[in-house]
């Protein structure tokens, strides 16, 4: 089956550092991967949805400045929490739709990156 | 525009019994309709689906769901639960925007289903 591997698992860090989250589908092509925060005991919480080769489209309130995505290929995106505060501690999950995707199948998700900024 | 319910916040059950998590949603269109299964500090992993074809879906694990249209409801069931089945649920709908140029995911509160031996 589609695999979506997300890197790391958990990340501890200083407040002001700016973190790095990587998103991969494994065996499959991905063109459109999404980003959603999930607060504890709540839902998911869609951030940004990033095409391949363009820009990511963020959702109302998320900033783009703060959180910026990078999609290059059809394999891989990543998020990057810049300079990261206590705040944006939370639990990041991607997810992406195979190529040639239809509105009636599952998007496949990651297994998440819980990150805690000191 | 499309809503998703989960009626319950947290269901319990005792090992053996049966499970029914509750899911009402709202569609302007025809939706396709998903349960997931999240345990903790886990991703989302795939239960069943709805689309469009038997109303209702089995999944893996032994969950099941039926489609009720004229309930717009989406129930997961399982006639016996398992230790290993505690964990948070969510029914998700996805249906195509107004424009038709795109499907959104909308996704339910989630309920957290725990076990008791």
């Known amino acids: 089956g589609a695999v979506v591997s997300q890197h790391p698992s958990r990340v501890i860090c200083k407040s002001g550092t700016s973190v790095k989250i990587e998103c991969r589908s494994l065996?499959?092509?991905?063109?459109?991967m999404f980003w959603y925060r999930q607060f504890p005991k709540q839902s998911l919480m869609l951030m940004a949805t990033?095409?391949?080769?363009?820009?990511?489209?963020?959702e109302q309130g998320v900033e783009k400045d703060k959180f910026l995505i990078n999609h290059a290929s059809l394999t891989l995106s990543t998020l990057t929490v810049t300079s990261a505060h206590p705040e944006d501690s939370s639990f990041y999950i991607c997810?992406?739709?195979?190529?040639?995707?239809?509105?009636?199948?599952?998007?496949?998700f990651g297994d998440g990156t819980r990150l805690s900024i000191l | 525009a499309q809503s998703v319910t989960q009626l319950d916040s947290h269901v319990s059950v005792s090992e053996g019994t049966p499970v029914l998590l509750r899911c009402n949603y709202s569609?302007?269109?025809?939706?396709?309709l998903f349960w997931y299964v999240q345990h903790p500090n886990k991703g989302l992993q795939l239960l069943l689906k709805?689309?469009?074809?038997?109303?209702l879906v089995k999944g893996i694990n032994g969950f099941e769901a039926e489609f009720k249209k004229s309930e717009t409801s989406f129930h997961l069931t399982k006639p016996s639960a398992h230790m290993s089945d505690a964990a948070e649920y969510f029914c998700?709908?996805?249906?195509?925007?107004?424009?038709?140029?795109?499907?959104?995911?909308?996704f339910g509160k989630g309920t957290l289903l725990t076990v008791n031996p």
């Open positions: 997810s992406a739709r195979e190529k040639g995707w239809r509105g009636n199948q599952p998007q496949h």
């Open positions: 065996d499959f092509q991905a063109t459109t």
């Open positions: 990033s095409n391949e080769g363009s820009k990511a489209t963020y």
């Open positions: 569609s302007s269109y025809s939706p396709s």
């Open positions: 709805y689309t469009s074809a038997a109303t």
């Open positions: 998700v709908v996805s249906e195509r925007n107004s424009g038709g140029s795109n499907y959104k995911l909308t």
